[in-house]
């Protein structure tokens, strides 16, 4: 067995339960493990890996670039963003900004990320991702303060007419195109369908079955004619 440790600052320890919760099934399929520690300063997942099973570091490396290129960027966006709008539309100005940049960020990442047995997800992110930080910061000064509802509205049709992504909705639940839920808002502080949606950077939304009202002027809104119902 390999062991691998994850950590990260205490007060960012809902980000390492996400790991956790993430990275269970896949380890005990392997015949891995994983033990959550919780320190004064700092929280940790420490994970025992079989020497064959490089899929599930993979996949560990993937889920760190995904905390990185969500949670870290979701804060980073929402202290740098001076925009005229509420709570609500600042939180899905932020998630359509993410997806938009999403894959590129995480290649990057993972590939900076490296090869090792512990990683420090705030180490990561502070010495080996400045260039990162740089390009955020550039894309935070390219969001006028005078940017209102109606900039938000276009700005996600522009995003969802470039996108050929689908993904399916089911009460209030979001899966991928292989059917599998996606929970990834829970980085950005809570789990939220719309921000779910928005991260995913879809371009087609099919909806199996009803939609709770408030839901369905959401869609209504920034999807238009590309969220199917049936």
Known sequence: MEEITISERKERSSYITYLYNVLSEGLLT??????LLFGEERTALMIRVPDS??????????KIAEIIGIGYKYEFLRNR???????REKKLLCAA??????EGDTNYI???IGRKKEYTVDGIFHFRLTALQEKWEKIASYVPDGFGTGDLTKFCEFLVGESRNKIYLKGN???????IPLKRSRLTGEEDTETEIMLSD????YCLGEVEESL???LQKYYAERAIFS
């Open 81 to 87: 963003l001076n925009v005229c709008l509420g709570r």
């Open 202 to 205: 879809a371009g087609f939304v």
């Open 216 to 218: 369905g002027d959401f």
């Open 97 to 102: 900004l993410i997806a938009a940049d999403y």
């Open 110 to 112: 993972r590939r900076k």
């Open 30 to 35: 392997s015949g891995g493990s994983g033990d």
């Open 53 to 62: 099973s490089e899929a599930i570091r993979e996949f560990t490396v993937e």
């Open 173 to 179: 639940t979001v899966f991928g195109e292989n059917f």
